[in-house]
């Protein structure tokens, strides 16, 4: 999508600055006793999935406000997702999420490997009604007081692990809107048990390779009580579904201050970790930019990530999720996935056995100081290296916005109006 001269003209403007600064990065880490090399291969072999929804303008329920080349269909979802991948070689997965995505599997699939991408989770939709449904999603889906629209939303969620199937995806992810917004509106007992038997008909119909995510989210679209609201809730889905079940983590989905790498740590203790979907937030479900507010906390989560590699049946699935408002989708989606790459790569760095000591010996100064180090250390030469060696690009927004991408495809994508609300 981006053609490859483009890329290797912008990296010779910057080539000579990215090797004087990674060798001096290389000099710092040796004197630490971690070798550069090593972290480099790390971070080359680390990838995010992109959901294939953030590549559109998301909106808010006032307005949306669509930019220039705003894809059409999944068609054009996938081009965009093809430039990120391009320029940060972090970005090899897609995740779709159905009927938004809805295609021929054979077109999507050829579609995707002319762009060398692969297909993540699924995601289901049962938060909103689709044209010609029989039954409405208003009052809940998968834990609806009434059977059929029960089964509705079971024979839906069926649908798409019949979709991934034939998509080579490994994963069906599970979020629902349902939940009350009154006080006494629903017995939260019955809708927990109407909800986990319906589950429980999907997970029958999961394939023996595949995994089912649960996703937690505090509130919104329900505003008084939400069903699968944390990850309390989650853990006990999970454990009551079985073995191919797992939690999902949405760093948006928490009230503010909730210390999120905590509830990993808990998830990865007990096996039920499934995975991510990467964002960042100030308030609520903001779906903000990955490492946009709180940088350090998606570092801590990284470092209990770093902490587990190697555990027996630990890989999480690792996603994107937000929404874009201001800036143009693919930027902020290639700047999100190479602060995931940069927080995954600080967790590298901490002295993991000076810091066991330190806890141990409770010196607590000299621990948090440990941690510290690692996120203070600036990566960005390894990152750079790791792209560039990749065939992607030293300074991803710069080639992008020098290879004139997005006026491409505003010339053959027609405008599309604002107003309404946003879906994310
Ligand atoms: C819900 C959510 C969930 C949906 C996506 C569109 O807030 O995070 O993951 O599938 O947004
Ligand atoms: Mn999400
Ligand atoms: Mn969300």
Known sequence: MIDKSIIEAENAKRAAALRADYDALGEN?????????????????????????????????????????????????????????????ATPAVSLHIPWDKAPAADLLAKAAQLGLRFDAM??????????????????????????????????????????????????????????????????????????????????????????????????????????????????????????????????????????????????????????????????????DTGSIDPYRLFLVFNELVGAEGKAGFSPAHMLDQSHNVTDPIESLMVSATEVQRAYAQALLVDRKALAACQDGNDALMATTTLKHGFRTDVEPVLAMARMEAGGAIDPVATYRASGYRAKVAAVRPRVTGGGGGIV
């Open 29 to 89: 880490l040796a004197r630490r006793g971690i070798d550069i090399a090593a972290v480099k291969a790390k971070v080359a072999s680390y990838g995010v999935a992109v959901p294939s929804w953030g590549v559109g303008t998301g909106g808010t329920r006032f307005a949306r406000f669509p930019g220039a080349g705003e894809p059409r269909h999944i068609f054009d979802k996938l081009e965009d997702c093809g430039v990120i991948q391009s320029l940060t070689r």
């Open 123 to 288: 995601n289901s939709n049962t938060f909103q009604d689709q044209p010609d449904q029989p039954h409405s999603y208003k009052f809940g889906s998968l834990s609806h007081a009434d059977r059929a629209t029960r089964a509705q939303a079971v024979e839906h969620n069926i649908e798409c692990i019949e979709i991934g199937r034939a998509l080579g995806s490994k994963a069906l992810t599970v979020w629902i809107g349902d939940g009350s917004n009154f006080p006494g509106q629903t017995d939260f007992t019955r809708q927990f048990e109407r909800y986990l038997e319906s589950m429980k008909q999907v997970y029958a119909a999961l394939p023996d390779d595949w995994r089912i995510f649960s996703e937690h989210k505090m509130f919104e679209p329900a505003f008084y009580s939400t069903v699968v609201q944390d990850w309390g809730t989650n853990y006990l889905i999970a454990k009551e579904l079985g073995d191919k079940a797992f939690c999902l983590v949405d760093l948006g989905h928490h009230a503010p201050n909730v210390n999120i790498e905590m509830i990993v740590a808990r998830l990865i203790q007990f096996g039920k970790l499934g995975g991510f979907h990467f964002n960042d937030s100030k308030y609520g479900d903001d779906d903000l």
